[in-house]
């Protein structure tokens, strides 16, 4: 039987090798983002490339309202969930606490933890009636330790990755598994939104150092999901080999 996977924040970055990755595994897919051209795009290619069942479904997972009339949209043959990946997610700014914008953090915890959570609470009903299900939350480094000019962003993460184990303990008994994936320094579209947009402040990021890709998560991602049905994979960390935690890195130039 063909399984289904739901993902969030499919435009571009993790979400977009993850939904390649998953259709290329066989699933049937429910993909979700706020750039419809860009969904559009993707799930043609979907189709045409790997001949993958696909739904797009454009909303932004900060209004509730918004993922209910998204989630009760689906088809009846995409309502059966087998894999939820919550990656809808972003930082916003990289100054102090006090120099920082209301607006970003605002931002950052109504997509990184509200919006997981939204989506989440209306999905796990029918993974608890079917007593199968596996939900993989995309948490960061940050949600492990935090670092200067971060400590929102940080503070989303770690909630993240403290909502991930409390769903460990309360959905064991149904036969759910709940796992999550904290990459270190990645290179896709996560730096020039945390910098409003400026490309040169975003590649500075990642001077003299190799950093995580997107492939990289979708390789994890496939790891988790192809595990044998008795093997929970909980928590995977990843850096890039020149980074050691949030704050120490070893660039090529110094």
Same mark, same amino acid.
């Given at each position: ?23 290329? =595994? ?29 739904? /797009? ?19 009846? /043959? ?12 972003? $930082?916003?700014?990289? $100054? ?5 914008? =209301? ?47 971060? /400590? ?7 909630? &993240? ?31 020039? &939104? ?15 150092? &190799? ?44």
């Amino acid at each position: 039987m063909t399984k289904t996977a739901f993902i969030t924040g499919t435009t571009a970055g993790f979400g977009e090798a993850m939904a390649y990755r998953m259709a290329m =595994l066989g699933y049937r897919l429910v993909i979700t983002g706020r750039r419809k051209e860009r969904l559009d795009e993707l799930t043609g290619k979907l189709c045409s490339e790997y001949k993958c069942e696909c739904v /797009s479904l454009c909303f932004d997972v900060r209004d509730y309202d918004a993922c209910v009339e998204a989630v009760n949209s689906l088809p009846e /043959s995409f309502r059966d969930i087998d894999v939820l990946v919550n990656n809808a997610g972003l $930082a916003a700014g990289a $100054a102090p606490f006090d120099e920082s914008l =209301l607006d970003d953090f605002e931002r950052m915890i109504d997509t990184n933890v509200k919006g997981l959570i939204y989506i989440t609470k209306l999905l796990v009903p029918r993974m608890i009636e079917r007593k199968k299900g596996h939900i993989v939350n995309i948490s960061s480094i940050a949600g492990i330790e935090v670092y200067p000019n971060g /400590s929102v962003y940080c503070a989303s993460k770690h909630a &993240v990755n403290a909502v991930t184990k409390g769903l460990r303990l309360d959905l064991v008994k149904y036969g759910i598994k709940v796992s999550s994936i904290s990459p270190g320094m990645a290179e896709t579209e996560f730096s020039i &939104v945390r910098y409003h947009g400026d490309e040169d402040k975003a590649k500075a990021v990642y001077q003299g150092i &190799v950093p995580l890709n997107a492939e990289d998560i979708a390789d994890t991602l496939e790891f988790i999901v192809t595990r044998p049905d008795h093997v929970s994979i909980n928590d995977i960390q990843l850096n890039p080999k020149q980074q050691a935690n949030t704050y120490m890195t070893y660039r090529d130039s110094q």
